[in-house]
């Protein structure tokens, strides 16, 4: 029997951004900085709808911030929507002290 999550609005977000995980035991409180994660990097425009009205745009930059592996176009995105400079989230800062290997 497949559990339902108790929260509706969680529901509706895509299924493949936690395909591995169940569902069920996920919510939008004490999975925020996961949640923010998948929908800025593999979420559809409604995905990003649902936690822009759940979350709101300060409070998605806040978390963003702080994570080490946002790829370049979610970060410069939620950058440029919440008008934070790149320079202070933290994918961006350890982006730059890693060294590029040699490009032949």
Known sequence: MHKVNPDPE??????????????????FEKNAPLVIHRVLEYGMLEDWKIIQKKYGIPK???IAMKLRDL??????FIATVAN??????????????????WNY
């Open 10 to 27: 969680f529901e509706q977000l895509s299924k493949h951004l936690f395909w591995e995980y169940d569902r069920s035991k996920l919510s």
């Open 71 to 76: 790829d370049k176009i979610s970060a410069n």
């Open 84 to 101: 934070v400079p790149l320079e202070k989230f933290r994918c961006y800062i350890l982006r730059q002290s890693q060294e590029i290997p």
């Open 60 to 62: 998605i930059a806040e």
